[in-house]
């Protein structure tokens, strides 16, 4: 059982940065696959990048690609985000995700365990 807990959210003004964190409550994150996830008020929730075991690979949706930066420290057991050059349109509820296994998927349906979320409100 992996337990997931978000940190980092908040207000932040158009063009400003954010970095968040994903603690997780597990013997050794290494042998999942991490990723963050957001919803915005009314709409689905969608990928936003993730991250193997290692760090070695990553993948970001195209919205993002260029501003945020995902990262892990598997001694810490913690997992990254580093959001730069914020829009409105990141407002969002964030979330981290993890699976067992090497493989990148964007598909939510595709990580096993969740955190419960932290707020990201960007104003212009």
């Known amino acids: 059982q992996v337990q997931l807990v978000e940190s980092g959210g908040g207000l932040v003004q158009a063009g400003g940065s954010l970095r968040l964190s994903c603690a997780a409550s597990?013997?050794?994150?290494?042998?999942?696959?991490m990723g963050w996830f957001r919803q915005a008020p009314g709409k689905e929730r969608e990928f936003v990048c993730a991250?193997?075991?290692?760090?070695?690979?990553?993948f970001y949706a195209d919205s993002v690609k260029g501003r945020f930066t995902i990262s892990r420290d598997n001694a810490q057991n913690e997992m990254y985000l580093q959001m730069n050059s914020l829009k409105p349109e990141d407002t969002a509820v964030y979330y981290c995700?993890?699976?067992?296994?090497?493989?990148?998927?964007?598909?939510?349906?595709?990580?096993?365990?969740w955190g419960q979320g932290t707020q990201v409100t960007v104003s212009s």
């Open positions: 991250i193997t075991w290692s760090g070695g690979s990553t």
């Open positions: 597990v013997r050794t994150l290494s042998s999942y696959v």
């Open positions: 995700a993890a699976r067992a296994g090497s493989l990148l998927y964007y598909e939510e349906s595709r990580y096993n365990y």
